[in-house]
């Protein structure tokens, strides 16, 4: 039973997620880092067992998301290279595990940055332009759902796990740092 109800004649057409591991799907699966998981045990649950770079055992959040908005079954990886000019259409995530709303988050674990994966966004844009053009593509832009999950690597690793903040945040201050990078990435 769907759990998300949306009004009549109301479609959402797509998801597209930003952030860390909790809602990446294999983004880190082919960039030099070892922030990866397309190993076994992971993927254990997932379609056949098989590893896709998914921070889990199964499906992620995003996943259970376009599934219960009737989007899809699951969303990939803009990296993946199985991805299909179509796939585009319906959502994919930009979130690769261990980054950050820091941006020094993401370079220590050299994943992909938050305005990274804004700018594959971009690219992504352009070509949805190309596939169905600027009015089909503003229509999607316009009415699919938009996650950013992010924050916890900050916190655990860059702020707790390493000195570098520390030597110039207290944490009130370092949260403040994050609250202004979040907002800066949302606007």
Known sequence: MA???????????????????????????NIKTVIKCNHPPYGQ????????GRFSNGRVPTDFLAEELSIKQYVPAYLDPKLSPEDLLTGVTFASGAAGFDPLTSKLASVISLSQQLEYFKESIEKMKQLVGIEKTNFILTNS??????????ISNT??????????YDIDSYTDLMLDSASSFVQ
Not at 145 to 154: K, Q, W
């Open 3 to 29: 759990k998300v109800k949306l009004p009549p004649n109301v479609t959402v057409p797509g998801l597209f997620a930003f952030g860390d591991s909790i809602i990446d799907a294999g983004m880190n699966n």
């Open 45 to 52: 649950d997932f379609m056949g067992g098989i590893p896709t």
């Open 145 to 154: 759902v938009y996650l950013v999950v992010a924050g916890s690597d900050d």
């Open 159 to 168: 702020y707790f796990d390493s000195p570098f903040r520390r030597l110039h």
